[in-house]
T-cell receptor, first 113, second 117 residues
Framework: RKEVEQDPGPFNVPEGATVAFNCTYS??????FFWYRQDCRKEPKLLMS???SGNEDGRFTAQLNRASQYISLLIRDSKLSDSATYLC??????????????FGKGTTLSVSS | GAVVSQHPSWVICKSGTSVKIECRSLDFQATTMFWYRQFPKQSLMLMAT?????????EQGVEKDKFLINHASLTLSTLTVTSAHPEDSSFYIC?????????????FGPGTRLTVL
């Protein structure tokens, strides 16, 4: 089983739509989670952290379900500029070299007018 | 904000040659640097983690003799792809962290696109 799994999409939605992305992770000991956004041929950029209590940043809401090892990202009122690939990220910890980010394959969103 | 640069941004080379990619943290000291590889329509795959002054830790399946990583200073890490082959063609991205990585914010470089003919 992969460490981080996402539905690759693509999700094609009209402007103003609400869209949700899901992600599952395999290591139950994982403690930290993020959503990153990556535009075509660019480096990934941090979108938001994911907390157990859920967190919201404007039109974006992230949720974590530790029991199910499941992370979600909800985007409300989609804009054209939201078109990108959204990467689910889990922090892996090991003793020798600290920690590292493990990326999911990404879910592609295309918002059309 | 913190800036990470990579050089070159793209490179084309012949099969069998070696290519060096530099990753620099421009305005902060990077205790830890990470190297990722991304194939088309795939996600970033962590290749290795390097801490300044020590040997890099490679992910399973990544050949350490083929992908040489040097993190000689707190602002520079290099990745050398030795004896490159067409299957090494990919987008190589580095990231840098002031701490041990993970929960510390990682700042990503713009990436280097390698094409091996």
């Amino acid at each position: 089983r992969k460490e981080v799994e996402q539905d690759p999409g693509p999700f094609n939605v009209p402007e103003g739509a609400t869209v949700a992305f899901n992600c599952t992770y395999s290591n139950s000991a994982s403690q930290s989670f993020f959503w990153y956004r990556q535009d075509c041929r660019k480096e990934p950029k941090l979108l938001m952290s994911v907390y157990s209590s859920g967190n919201e940043d404007g039109r974006f809401t992230a949720q974590l379900n530790r029991a199910s090892q499941y992370i979600s990202l909800l985007i409300r009122d989609s804009k054209l500029s939201d078109s990108a690939t959204y990467l689910c990220v889990v922090v892996r910890t090991w003793h020798q070299a600290g920690t590292a980010l493990i990326f999911g394959k990404g879910t592609t969103l295309s918002v059309s007018s | 904000g913190a800036v990470v640069s990579q050089h070159p941004s793209w490179v084309i080379c012949k099969s069998g040659t070696s290519v060096k990619i530099e990753c620099r943290s421009l305005d902060f000291q990077a205790t830890t640097m990470f190297w990722y590889r991304q194939f088309p329509k795939q996600s970033l795959m962590l290749m290795a983690t390097s801490n300044e002054g020590s040997k890099a830790t490679y992910e399973q399946g990544v050949e350490k003799d083929k992908f040489l990583i040097n993190h000689a200073s707190l602002t520079l890490s290099t990745l050398t792809v030795t004896s490159a082959h067409p299957e090494d063609s990919s987008f190589y991205i580095c990231s840098a962290s002031q701490g041990a990585g993970g929960t510390d914010t990682q700042y990503f470089g713009p990436g280097t696109r390698l094409t091996v003919l």
